[in-house]
């Protein structure tokens, strides 16, 4: 073990000041510690990979393999090599790197291997030489399958606790975390030369915790041996991570050591009010002056004092925790009272003492729980079930009733009773179950509850309650519905595919229900892939979200809320000189678990195929882009809008060498780039029955007009056969968007493309193609006032109707009428009729009176309604919207008045006046001015009374001389005001 300056614990502004004072620093090369100290200067060696095998499969982070070498100190530059086997000639991995500032030269290598690679040898060339080549020895190329990849995360500036407890004997501690492919053990170990002799390797766990599908590890490893730089050059160190057994793999990092001083200590209650007799859990994390954490430290707590004779906190009773990787350190089973966490700095670990770091305190209080709330639920958080999910042997994990107190804590031991109601799909009479025991509920307030077992579609509604036991109370809870059917695998592109040779397609297929009535979100589907005979595509190693590469035919998907996957397949380039060929493979995709005893035959199992062609694309020599809207019949509705969307049929043409386009063939199996640059894109539709509603927006009453949003960007592919050859289609939608707000009227683009071709199509879409009205307000135009109104005035009005996205509606026809046989109005419409406005429009109504009243307007109006029917179509009807504006207060202009100043002279005592009014203005304001040389000051301020006068009293400042005066009286909404007469007193 060696020690320096900053080993035994010397600050290193204290090192630096050291320096500035001219004092010797140790510089001897064994206290120089950059990475590249004990390298040869013009040599090179591997720190990774160091493991047997090397993968490509996403560890958690990436897809790529980490190659890091250490470098003398004439290095400044290295190229990375890859021989592969069988294949033998060597390839340049991307351009020369340089040293980081790490001190190591690194390069993050994505490969495509070719089929048949079973290994793989790396070399280093350094700018000095070919001579000072160094190799990493042959690595095996593992299969997704079998390899577990790791991506270590210590790079950069990692701080190191120098332990100060004599039980670690001067250990040093740095925390290391990272990623893995998948769970299992990872050893942790230091790769360069310095410490010369490591004190060891750590094993961390890697675990996954759902909904991930990678692994997280983090550990503790002691560097002790390390030799830290007396001067100025960096304490760098090389750490590696390799995961274990037939499928090991490595990953190695660089990083700049910095010692660390405790700074920083927090506390936080799982909770910090329990039931009575229950715990909480405290989690304490340490951390360094950087702010980061601290591995290794001791951390503990004390309470304060109890019944011992002496007055100190009391130390607790169990043993100390040391901190993790991530600084953290978890006290469990805590109960009610006051703690204090503290992590030990010194030698002194028996007690708190002085210099050990302090959290805030923690107080755990206790209450006494009633039974307050109860409610049914899916245990996923599902509402929409294959049969095969809830019946059989799976019958039983999927319901649950839920128990909780005042505060949101579970409640244990209570009885539960449940009940289920029927309607089977398609109709038919529904069923009601009497209540039955569930059981009492478990530690966490849950108890399970069986699916009942009439095995057949339709919608269930689960009922519970906490039954009146002994005159304790009955606790009805909140119920829960569910539709369950048998489900179907589709994908978009139905039963067949065509992508670019040598290319990259991504397949979509959707999971939900057969009768549409949900979708089956979070559900795990097994994908394979059999790419024909003499085919080598397979999937690709970067796959889309949701979706984890297994091996090179065969993928994991988990379904997104819509019951949505994807999965990528790519066609490998060929050899130099080997012309590309077309090939033809079989995507099956298989929903886990839902595929088994299913009574329904044909499509309703859970799968389905897909024919997956990679051809050379032919030449593209133009595409047609057809629009047509898709409005509900019966609604009025010709043009494009919001929720009223616009149905895309594109056709891709070839050549046929003559001058006339409208013959050129069309073109089947070519991948089609579509995009707008508003709104969405959604399925192919060819009717407003065959569009594809939202999720959340399709069930029965919901407003008809939402649809599945599939992104901006979709790439189809047009039809190899029959009537429909050389031709595909999406939806153009679009909802929410400023652009309508001014005139009601915007532009979007479409963006297609094929081959080299590219064409676009503008559409516009109107707002008054309205199918369900929102919210409307009729209210005082901008600058009009806003109180009580004189009769002598006008006052404009406008009307605003938003659509169900929240756009502005305007040209929405109205009738208007008011309330008062006094006031009237005019509108800009025969009839009494206006048309609502956009923010560019000018009032459409003026009311006004010739006597004072109150009057309240209203606009009428029949906007109709478009509903999702049972059969999620849509559904149209009529509806009538009313809006009223605020009460409008006429009131008589106000009327002129004459103020009065009056006073009588007192000499030397306090000067007297008053201001006289008409008694219709009482409780004006009045404002009292002494006037000298011209100018008015204000001296007092008052308020006529019920007479219309108000008497002020001044002191007298200037003997018997005279004083001038004047008032005014202040405007109030019957009157106007008045500046009195000037008043001389003395």
């Not at 492919?181 to 890697?206: F, H």
């Not at 199918?771 to 005035?793: C, H, M, Y």
């Amino acid at each position: 073990m060696s020690r320096s300056g900053i080993k035994s614990g010397l600050a290193v502004t204290a090192v630096t000041g050291l320096a500035l004072a001219g004092l010797p620093l140790l510089a001897s090369p064994a206290s120089a510690n950059p990475l590249s100290n004990g390298i040869d200067p013009d040599a090179v060696t591997f720190y990774s990979q160091y493991a047997t095998g090397v993968s490509a499969e996403n560890d958690g982070s990436n897809s790529t393999i980490s190659l890091v070498v250490g470098g003398g100190t004439n290095v400044n530059s290295v190229q990375f090599r890859a021989t592969l086997t069988p294949g033998g000639t060597p390839i340049n991995i991307g351009s020369p790197v340089a040293r980081n500032v790490d001190g190591v030269f690194g390069f993050d290598w994505a490969p495509s291997f070719p089929a048949g690679t079973t290994a793989v040898e790396f070399s280093a060339i350094p700018n000095t030489g070919v001579d000072n080549t160094a190799t990493s020895g042959a690595e095996m190329v593992l299969s997704d399958g079998i390899a577990n990849t790791v991506e270590l995360s210590s790079e950069g500036s990692l701080g190191v606790f120098q332990s100060p407890y004599a039980a670690d004997s001067g250990g040093d501690y740095v925390g290391v975390s990272g990623t893995t492919s998948d769970a299992g053990n990872v050893e942790l170990s230091t790769r360069s030369a310095n410490p010369s002799t490591p004190a060891g390797t750590a094993t961390a766990s890697s675990t996954v915790t759902a909904p991930a599908t990678d692994g997280a590890f983090s550990g503790v490893l002691n560097i002790d041996g390390y030799t830290y730089s007396g001067g100025a050059e960096p304490n760098q160190i090389a750490l590696g991570a390799a995961t274990q057994g037939a499928g090991a793999t490595d990953d190695v990092e660089a990083s700049t050591l910095y010692v660390q001083h405790i700074s920083t200590v927090s506390a936080t209650a799982s909770r910090t009010n329990v039931p009575t007799g229950q715990t909480a859990d405290v989690t304490v994390t340490v951390k360094d002056q950087n702010g980061k954490p601290v591995a290794n430290a001791l951390v503990d707590y004390n309470k304060p004092d109890g019944s011992d004779p002496d007055t100190l906190p009391d130390d607790s009773a169990t043993a100390a925790e040391r901190t993790d990787a991530r600084g953290v350190a978890t006290f469990e089973n805590l109960g009610a009272g006051t703690y204090t966490f503290y992590a030990n700095t010194t030698s002194e670990v028996d007690t708190q003492s002085a210099g050990d770091v302090a959290s805030a305190p923690v107080t755990i209080t206790e209450y006494v729980p009633t039974n307050t709330t109860l409610a049914a639920s899916t245990v996923d958080g599902y509402r929409d079930f294959d049969l095969d999910e809830v019946s059989g042997a799976e019958n039983g994990d999927d319901f649950v009733a839920t128990l909780k107190d005042q505060h949101g804590e579970p409640i244990a031991g209570e009885p539960i009773e449940y009940s289920w109601h029927f309607v089977p799909g398609g109709g038919g009479t529904p069923t009601d179950g009497g209540f039955t025991s569930a059981g009492t509920t478990d530690a966490k307030g849950q108890v399970a509850v069986p699916f009942p077992t009439w095995g057949t579609a339709g919608t269930y509604t689960l009922s519970v309650r906490r039954p009146n036991v002994n005159g304790s109370g009955l606790l009805n809870g909140t119920p829960v519905t569910v539709d369950v059917a048998e489900s179907e695998i589709t994908f978009a592109d139905g039963d067949a595919v065509g992508a670019p040779v040598n290319g990259s397609v991504t397949i979509k297929g959707t999971l939900a229900l057969v009768d549409g009535s949900g979708s089956l979100g979070g559900r795990t589907v097994t994908v394979s892939y059999n790419p024909g005979v003499g085919g080598d595509a397979s999937f690709s190693t970067d796959q889309p979200a949701g979706t984890e590469r297994d091996g090179a035919f065969q993928a994991t998907a988990v379904t997104a809320a819509d019951g949505s996957f994807s999965v990528s397949l790519t066609d490998p380039s060929p050899p130099p000189n080997v012309p590309p060929t077309d090939e033809t493979g079989t995507l099956t995709a298989v929903a886990d678990g839902l595929n088994t005893g299913d009574t329904t035959p044909g499509p309703a199992d859970a799968t389905d195929s897909i024919s997956v062609t990679f051809r050379e694309t032919p030449t593209v020599s133009g595409i047609d882009i057809g629009t047509q809207v898709l409005a509900p019949s019966g609604t009025g509705i010709s043009a494009a809008g919001p929720g009223v969307p616009v149905d895309l049929d594109i056709t891709v043409r070839g050549a046929d060498g003559d001058d006339d386009p409208s013959n050129d063939p069309k073109l089947g199996d070519v991948p089609v780039q579509v995009s707008v640059d508003k709104g969405f894109l959604s399925p192919n539709a060819e009717s407003t029955d065959d569009l594809t509603l939202a999720s959340g927006h399709d069930r029965q009453g919901d407003l008809w007009g939402y649809f599945q949003n599939d992104g901006a960007d979709e790439t189809v592919t047009t039809a190899d056969s029959g009537s429909a050859l050389g031709t595909t289609g999406l939806v153009a939608a679009i909802e929410k968007d400023a652009g309508f707000d001014d005139d009601g009227l915007t532009q979007l683009t479409v963006t297609v493309k094929a081959g080299d071709v590219t064409q676009k199509k503008s559409i516009t879409y109107d707002v008054r193609a309205l199918l369900n009205a929102g919210d409307s307000s009729f209210e005082r135009a901008q600058g009009e006032p806003a109180g009580p109104v004189s009769t002598t005035k006008r006052v404009d009005f406008q009307l605003y109707v938003h659509d169900q996205f929240g756009n502005l509606a305007g040209d929405e026809d109205a009738r208007v009428t008011d309330d008062s046989p006094i006031a009237d109005f005019d509108t800009d419409e025969a009839q009494d009729k206006t048309l609502s406005d956009f923010v560019n429009s000018g009032p459409g109504v003026t009311a006004f009176s010739d006597a004072p009243t109150t009057q309240t307007l209203k606009a009428t109006m029949t906007p109709g309604e478009v509903l999702v029917d049972a059969a999620g179509n849509a559904a149209v009807g009529s509806k009538t919207v009313a809006v009223e504006s605020d009460p409008v207060i006429w009131v008589k202009p106000p009327a002129p008045i004459v103020a009065r100043l009056s006073g009588v002279s007192n000499g030397g005592r306090a000067d007297r006046l008053t201001v006289k009014a008409p008694a219709a203005a009482a409780g004006a304001k009045v404002k009292l001015y002494k006037v000298k040389r011209g100018k008015r000051t204000l001296i007092a301020t008052g308020e006529l009374n019920a007479n219309g006068k108000a008497t002020f009293r001044v002191k007298d400042r200037n003997g018997k001389r005279f004083t001038k005066y004047v008032a005014r009286v202040m405007a109030t909404d019957t009157t106007k005001g008045d500046t009195t007469n000037k008043r001389r007193i003395r």
